[in-house]
């Protein structure tokens, strides 16, 4: 239950469908999640771009991005993580009532967390997208040196070293990025899957003279 009382929720004039009218598309959350160095950010990113160049608007909210602001007062316990999740979730579900595709790329290493926000989202606005991948592969990786901390002890409760991972269950998007490690490639998945269940248009086919 929330602190604040006397508070009353206040609809827009303009509804979410007016919006997605507007943009082209249905709008939704591609919430990447995996281990640290899995490569979330880097494709989450990269969808980013393809759907800017085919002119759907999108924005990525990544989870040292928004620990640097929102959620600088938020450690890495189990307690503040729910809470990282769960004000990224809030936020998140707000980015889709404007009739964008908003990227997610935390970690969001408890399942728990991730259903709830599943839960506060609209039927099928919620796209869980696992990036897997084997956690020696993402130590190989480890572009910030965070799991030779973990290992040195110099962090404590570092995923995948010293505090658990659970993998989702039933994603709808799985990318395996130590046998694909190719970031376009992984990303044109995502983007087909989105063409699929109609969330954005196929581009229309182009005749070559």
């Not at 998140?92 to 990227?103: E, P, Y």
């Not at 967390?113 to 480890?142: L, N, Y």
């Amino acid at each position: 239950m929330g602190k604040s009382t006397n508070i009353v929720w206040h609809d827009s004039i303009i509804k979410r469908n007016d919006r997605e009218i507007l943009n082209g598309n249905r709008s939704a959350c591609l919430w990447f999640t995996g281990l640290p160095s899995s490569g979330k950010s880097t494709i989450a990113r990269e969808v980013e771009y393809i759907l800017y160049i085919r002119r759907i608007r999108t924005y990525v909210l990544d989870g040292d991005n928004v620990r640097h602001g929102l959620n600088n007062n938020l450690g890495f316990s189990a307690d503040d993580r729910k809470e990282n999740i769960r004000r990224i979730g809030e936020v998140a579900k707000l980015f889709v009532d404007t009739g964008i595709v908003v990227c997610t790329a935390f970690i969001s290493p408890y399942r728990e967390d991730r259903d709830f926000v599943r839960g506060i989202m609209g039927k099928g606005d919620f796209i869980e997208v696992f990036i897997d991948c084997p956690v020696d592969v993402c130590e190989q990786r480890d572009p910030k040196g965070l799991y030779k901390k973990a290992r040195a002890g110099e962090i404590k409760g570092f995923t995948g070293v010293d505090d658990p991972y659970e993998a989702p269950k039933n994603p709808e998007i799985v990318l395996n990025t130590a046998e694909v490690p190719e970031v376009h490639r992984n990303a044109l998945q995502v983007v087909d899957y989105l063409e699929k269940n109609g969330y954005i248009q196929r581009p229309q086919a182009t005749l070559i003279r």
